[in-house]
C-alpha cells in the first residue's frame, strides 16, 4: 500500500466529523410540532424541551420550533399538516392518531416522530412494523388498545359489583381502543354503555354522566384522547358526582381528584422522543430506527376519592400501586 496515500486517506476520514460539525456550526434546527391541542398546554412537552436541551439545542440559540395545532378541530389537520410541510422543518413531532394520519397524507420525506400513545402506528400504516418501520416514521407506541383491557380488569377488581361499564371515548382518537374494551368486557361478562363524545369542541360532559348514571353504570373508563386531558378535573368532579369509579390512561388525572389510572410513564415517553429527534438531526434515518415500547407502566390510585365515593380498594390492588394519594 501506498504510505503517503493511506496517511492522507486517514487524515481525511479523521477530519470528517469535524467537517461535518464545522457545518452545522451555527445551524438553526427547525422541529415542527403538529397536533390536536397546543403543545405547551401538556405538561410532557416541558419534558421534551428539557432533554432536548440537556442534549444541547437550546430554543432561541440553535433551535426553533414550529407549532401547528387544531385547537381541538382535527377537520383542520390535514390543511395544517400541508402548511408545516411547506415550512420544511428538520423533523416533525406527531402527537396523535389525527397528525399522524394527516402527516402520512401530507409528506413522505422529511422525518416524523411520532408518541402513539393512544393508537396504534401500524393499524394506521404509517408503519410497516415496530422492528423496521420502514417509512419516513419512527417514535415510541404505548398500544394502548392492550393496556385497555387491563384497565379494565384492575377497574373490575377495585370494584367487584361490577356488572354494567360506561365507557367515555370519541370515534376519531379511540376506535381501536373502544373494540378492545368491547373484547375485554364480553370476557368478563360486563355489559359496556357506550357514552361516544363529538370531535368538535366545546364538549358537553354533562349529558354523558347524565346518561351513564341513567343507565345504571357501575364505573367509567375513560378512554385517551387529548381533548380529555384541559378537561381533567370537571372530569374527575363529574365521577365524584355521580358517584362513578372512574378509570384514565393517566397520572394526572388522579391528581386531579380521579379514582384511579394505569398506563406508561409518559414523561420517560417524550425524554425518548427527544434522543430519537437528536439521533435523527444527527443523521439517523427514521425508517431504520425501530419504533419503542415502554416496559414499565404505573398504577395511581386516589384513595380520598375512593372515600368520597364510599368505596373500599381491595388489599391485592393496593399492593400493586405504584402510587398512593392519601
Known amino acids: 500500500m501506498n504510505r503517503r496515500a493511506f496517511v492522507a486517506g486517514s487524515i481525511a476520514f ?4 469535524l467537517a461535518v460539525e464545522a457545518q452545522h456550526a451555527g445551524k438553526v434546527w427547525r422541529i415542527g410540532m403538529l397536533s390536536d391541542i397546543s403543545p405547551r398546554e401538556f405538561p410532557v412537552f416541558a419534558v421534551f424541551e428539557r432533554r432536548l436541551s440537556e442534549l444541547g439545542y437550546i430554543e432561541g440559540k440553535n433551535l426553533a420550533f414550529d ?18 410541510i411547506r415550512l420544511r422543518p428538520d423533523l416533525i413531532i406527531s402527537a396523535g392518531r389525527g397528525t399522524a394520519r394527516a402527516l402520512k397524507g401530507a409528506s413522505g420525506t422529511i422525518p416524523i416522530v411520532f408518541v ?4 396504534d402506528p401500524i393499524a394506521l400504516g404509517v408503519v410497516a412494523s415496530l422492528a423496521r418501520p420502514g417509512r419516513n416514521f419512527t417514535g415510541l407506541a404505548n398500544l394502548a388498545t392492550e393496556l385497555g383491557a387491563k384497565r379494565l380488569e384492575l377497574l373490575r377488581e377495585a370494584v367487584p359489583r361490577l356488572t354494567r361499564l360506561a365507557v367515555l371515548w370519541q370515534r376519531s382518537r379511540a376506535d381501536d381502543q373502544f373494540r378492545a374494551t368491547l373484547e375485554a368486557a364480553r370476557r368478563l361478562n360486563v355489559r359496556v354503555i357506550s357514552l361516544e363524545l363529538g370531535d368538535r369542541p ?24 387529548p381533548a380529555f386531558f384541559p378537561e381533567r378535573k370537571r372530569l374527575a368532579e363529574l365521577a365524584i358526582q355521580h358517584r362513578l369509579p372512574t ?18 410513564d409518559i414523561d420517560d415517553m417524550y ?17 431504520e430506527l425501530p419504533v419503542e415500547q415502554p416496559t414499565t407502566f404505573e ?24 402510587q398512593v394519594i392519601e
Open 14 to 17: 479523521l477530519a470528517a466529523p
Open 67 to 84: 407549532f401547528r395545532s387544531a385547537a381541538g378541530h382535527l377537520d383542520r389537520l390535514p390543511s395544517l399538516a400541508a402548511e408545516l
Open 116 to 119: 402513539a400513545v393512544e393508537w
Open 202 to 225: 366545546p364538549h358537553d360532559f354533562k349529558t354523558p354522566f347524565s346518561t351513564a348514571t341513567q343507565e345504571g353504570s357501575d364505573a367509567l373508563l375513560i378512554l385517551g384522547s
Open 247 to 264: 378509570s384514565f390512561q393517566r397520572p394526572e388525572y388522579v391528581d386531579a381528584g380521579g379514582l384511579m389510572s394505569l398506563g406508561a
Open 271 to 287: 425524554r425518548r422522543v427527544a434522543d430519537y429527534a437528536d439521533r435523527i438531526l444527527k443523521g439517523a434515518k427514521p425508517s
Open 299 to 322: 398504577l395511581v390510585i386516589n384513595l380520598k376519592t375512593a372515600k368520597a365515593l364510599g368505596l373500599t380498594i381491595p388489599p391485592s390492588v393496593l399492593l400493586r400501586a405504584d
